[in-house]
DNA sequence: GAGAGACATCGACAGATATCGAAGCAAGGA
DNA sequence: TCCTTGCTTCGATATCTGTCGATGTCTCTC
């Protein structure tokens, strides 16, 4: 990834919370918005990020170890590399303990996407 | 329906509609569906067609022209292109009435998007 | 400490994507 | 019929992205 382009879009630190923008209906995005917006969904735009995403959401106890989830059909260094991009876009969240990393969704961020999706027009 | 590998991606014509995927967090995600939720995020995914699908959605009437939301800071061709994509997303539809082609919403497809970001943990 | 296992980062590369100018096509008006 | 306007398609190009093997870092065990 290039660094520092134009739209800032700073990466997200484990934790943090993004209670990003209007429902989609609202009226026209501002173009901060719509980057912002983009990124999260440019995030999910990916066949195994989104199963990576699914199998951490899914998992019992809310949180998976990478062990538990690498299995999506393609090398550990381009897992590590989607679970990252999931992490800088707010999705998920990682901790380690011990041996392992364990991942777990970021509720807030991803509520916020359903928000702006709800049409209700 | 639950044949090919490789996920042929189907162009969509305008008016299909598409009741894609479940939750994402009922399951782990078949390669196929995974396939299918990627190329709609895929398309909501760079900020130009973002404020484009706004525009339309927030129109009044539901539906606008291209020369009512084309003011998104690029040029008409690389509009065109995004409302492309849009459309063969399934997100919107078009049609041309006299001088003017107008885009509309298709509402079940964003509400499938919803749905699958509906978290519910 | 040395070794092994779990993840992350690095470097490289093929394929995809966004963007533009130019050209094409359709519809309406002079 | 020709011209203008609205929009799409074409061709070229710079940039981004997904993928991999190799390597680095951390932690636990012996």
Chains 1, 2 share one sequence.
């Not at 735009?45 to 989104?50: A, E, Q, T």
């Not at 959401?57 to 381009?78: L, N, W, Y």
């Amino acid at each position: 990834m290039s660094n520092s382009e134009v739209a800032e879009l700073p990466v997200l630190r484990d934790g943090d919370v993004v209670p990003c923008c209007p429902p989609i209906t609202a009226g026209e995005l501002s173009r901060a918005d719509a980057e912002k917006m983009a990124a999260m969904f440019k995030a999910l735009s990916d066949p195994v990020r989104l199963r990576l995403f699914s199998k951490v959401a899914s998992h019992p106890g809310g949180e998976a170890c990478v062990c538990d989830i690498a299995d999506v059909g393609v090398s550990q260094p381009t897992v590590s590399h989607h679970l990252k991009k999931l992490r800088e876009a707010g999705l998920l969240t990682s901790e380690r303990r011990g041996t392992w990393v364990y991942y777990r969704v970021a509720p807030s961020v991803v509520a916020a996407m359903a928000a702006m999706l709800d049409l209700r027009a």
